[in-house]
């Protein structure tokens, strides 16, 4: 890919991510925080965030979870590439620490932070998650720790990769009579290439966790696994399922892996 179609794909996922809360309310992301599969992945968090040190949510989007770590007592700040969302989490509550920033280039001094969250954020970047990983490093104090959580390319996502092949060409969506499929660009790392990333920008991976195995199944057949009176959660059938998937293909089926990872001196 040319420099021109990198930055244009980039531009393309900015405004993706834009568009993509628009029609979300803040008290409505803020359910996920009873879902057992979110429960599960705050364990990690509250076991080795700091509660005496500045921590960073670097694309933070609506900031769910800057603003439930914030109501337990962390001090968390955050940052955006786009306005949209900063704008609506200020309107919601003017005094939450949220500001308009890149996680390719934070405007935070060196060895600011004891910790540094990022969600789904490195694989949208067409030029690869080093840059980014690299500005990690920087605001971090040595020793601090950094939680990433990446999507996993699982079984059911390559069960339906035909089809979503398909719905994105853009001779269909013409004949279809949709406009240009307009979705952020996202990459799917292996774990132990990823994994070897961290290492080499300077940090140690301690942990590495399969998460979200009832989501992967909400994404999968939502008609079938999700629960229609929740913003994004798994019915009891998607709960089950996901269970056994947990316990039976554990790698296969996550939608999602977590790293804590820990600046090298």
Same mark, same amino acid.
């Given at each position: 890919m040319?420099?021109l ?7 393309k996922t900015?405004?993706a991510w834009?568009?993509n809360w628009?029609?979300?309310? /803040?008290?409505? /992301?803020? &359910? ?5 599969? @979110?429960? #599960?992945?705050l364990e990690?968090?509250?076991?080795v ?5 500045? /921590?960073?949510e670097?694309g933070?989007?609506?900031?769910p979870?800057?603003i439930?770590?914030r109501?337990l007592g962390?001090?968390v @700040?955050g ?7 900063i704008?609506?989490?200020l ?6 620490p949220?500001?308009v920033?890149d ?6 001094p ?5 910790a540094?969250?990022?969600?789904? $954020?490195?694989e ?5 998650p080093?840059?980014a ?11 601090? $720790?950094?939680? @990433?959580a990446v ?5 059911f996502?390559a069960?339906?990769?035909?089809s979503?092949w398909?719905k994105?060409r #853009?001779?269909?969506?013409?004949l279809?009579?949709?406009? &240009?499929d307009?979705?952020y660009?996202?990459?799917y790392?292996?774990?132990r290439?990823?994994a070897?990333?961290f290492?080499? &920008?300077?940090?140690? $991976?301690?942990?590495?966790h399969?998460?979200?195995h009832?989501h992967?199944?909400?994404s999968?057949l939502?008609? $079938?696994f999700r629960d229609?009176g929740s913003?994004d959660e798994?019915?009891s ?5 996901g269970a056994?998937?947990v #316990?039976n293909?554990r790698?296969?089926t996550?939608?999602q892996m977590?790293y @804590?990872?820990?600046?090298k001196p």
């Open positions: 040319t420099s179609n990198m930055n244009d794909t980039d531009q900015k405004q834009e568009r628009d029609d979300i309310t /803040i008290p409505q /992301i803020l &359910e996920i925080f009873k879902y057992g599969r @979110v429960q #599960k992945q990690i968090f509250f076991r965030l700091p509660k005496n040190d500045r /921590i960073l670097g933070c989007g609506l900031a979870y800057l439930h770590l109501s962390y001090d @700040v940052i955006d590439y786009n306005e949209g969302p704008k609506k989490i309107a919601y509550d003017p005094t939450l949220v500001r920033g996680v390719t280039a934070i405007p935070f060196d060895a600011h932070f004891g540094y969250v990022s969600l789904g $954020v490195i949208h970047f067409v030029e690869g080093e840059k990983i690299r500005e990690a490093r920087r605001v971090l104090k040595p020793g601090g $720790v950094f939680l @990433v999507p996993v390319f699982n079984v996502m069960l339906t990769a035909p979503r398909l994105s #853009k001779f269909l969506r013409k279809m009579g949709k406009g &240009e307009n979705h660009w996202e990459q790392f292996d774990r290439k990823l070897a990333i290492e080499k &920008e300077g940090f140690e $991976v301690r942990e590495l399969a998460l979200d009832s992967a199944l909400v999968f939502p008609s $079938v229609k913003y798994a019915n059938l998607g709960l089950r399922a056994w998937c #316990k293909l790698w296969a996550a939608a977590t @804590v990872c820990y600046r």
